[in-house]
C-alpha cells in the first residue's frame, strides 16, 4: 500500500526566504506525487504534480517540487515566501489504480 | 469555470441521527470521490464513483455510510446513525477522465468541503 511521510509539524520562515516543506513515499511502482495548499475553511487547491520527464516540477503561485527517485521525496520549495502562503499543506501519491495517498499535512507559517 | 460545489458547509448533529452531504462536480467530470478529513490528517478517501458506478468503496464503513451518484453528475454521502467519531470535514473532489492515460495521473479538484460536528 501506499503511503506519505511529512515529517515536520509546522515550518516556520521568514518572509522573503526560501520555504521547503518536506515529504517522503513509498508506493509500489512508479509514483505520481502531488502537492496540495488548504487554506482555512477552504477545500484543497492543487499546486503541482510529477507524472513523468523532468525530476524538477513548477506549479501555481510560484511553488516547485523535486522528485528524487533514490531518496523517495518530493519536496516543495519556494524561492522567497510570502505572508499570503501561510496554510496547510499536502503531500499526496498515486499509483495507477488513483487512489490518492494523502501525508498528514505541515502547517507552514510565513512571518512578516 | 465553475468548481466542485458542496452543501451545508457546515452541520451539527446529535449522535445517533441522520445526515446528508450533497456535491456537485465540475461539469464533464467523469470521476467523483468523496473523503473525511479528521482534524490534524490527511483525507483519506471513502468511495470514488466513475459516472455513475462505484469503482472503490472499500474504505466506507458500510454499516453506516452510503453513498450514491445516479445519473452520473452530482452525489449524496449519507451517514446513518452518526457517531462521534464522524466528527470530520467531508471532501467532494472531481476528476477529468481522459481517454488513454493512466488514471493515477489525473487531478483530483476539491471542493469547500462540509464541517460536520457530533455531539
Known amino acids: 500500500a501506499q503511503s506519505v511521510a511529512q515529517p515536520e509539524d509546522q515550518v516556520n520562515v521568514a518572509e522573503g526566504n526560501p520555504l521547503t516543506v518536506k515529504c517522503t513515499y513509498s508506493?509500489?511502482?512508479?509514483?505520481?506525487l502531488f502537492w496540495y495548499v488548504q487554506y482555512p475553511n477552504r477545500g484543497l487547491q492543487f499546486l503541482l504534480k510529477?507524472?513523468?520527464?523532468?525530476?524538477l516540477v513548477k506549479g501555481s503561485y510560484g511553488f516547485e517540487a523535486e522528485f528524487n527517485k533514490s531518496q523517495t521525496s518530493f519536496h516543495l520549495k519556494k524561492p522567497s515566501a510570502l505572508v499570503s502562503d501561510s496554510a496547510l499543506y499536502f503531500c499526496?501519491?498515486?499509483?495507477?489504480?488513483?487512489?490518492?495517498?494523502f501525508g498528514k499535512g505541515n502547517q507552514v507559517v510565513v512571518i512578516p | 469555470e465553475a468548481g466542485v460545489a458542496q452543501s451545508p458547509r457546515y452541520k451539527i448533529i446529535e449522535k445517533r441521527q441522520s445526515v446528508a452531504f450533497w456535491c456537485n462536480p465540475i461539469?464533464?467530470?467523469?470521476?467523483l470521490y468523496w473523503y473525511q478529513q479528521i482534524l490534524g490528517q490527511g483525507p483519506k478517501l471513502l468511495i470514488q464513483?466513475?459516472?455513475?458506478?462505484?469503482?472503490?468503496d472499500s474504505q466506507l464503513p458500510k454499516d453506516r455510510f452510503s453513498a450514491e451518484r445516479l445519473k452520473g453528475v452530482d452525489s449524496t454521502l449519507k451517514i446513518q446513525p452518526a457517531k462521534l467519531e464522524d466528527s470530520a470535514v467531508y471532501l467532494c473532489?472531481?476528476?477529468?477522465?481522459?481517454?488513454?492515460?493512466?488514471?493515477?495521473?489525473?487531478?483530483?479538484?476539491f471542493g469547500p468541503g462540509t464541517r460536520l460536528l457530533v455531539l
Open positions: 473532489a472531481s476528476s477529468l477522465v481522459v481517454s488513454g492515460q493512466g488514471v493515477g495521473q489525473e487531478t483530483q479538484y
Open positions: 508506493v509500489s511502482g512508479n509514483p505520481y
Open positions: 510529477y507524472i513523468t520527464g523532468d525530476n
Open positions: 499526496a501519491v498515486s499509483p495507477l489504480t488513483n487512489r490518492l495517498a
Open positions: 461539469s464533464g467530470h467523469a470521476t
Open positions: 464513483f466513475q459516472n455513475n458506478g462505484v469503482v472503490d
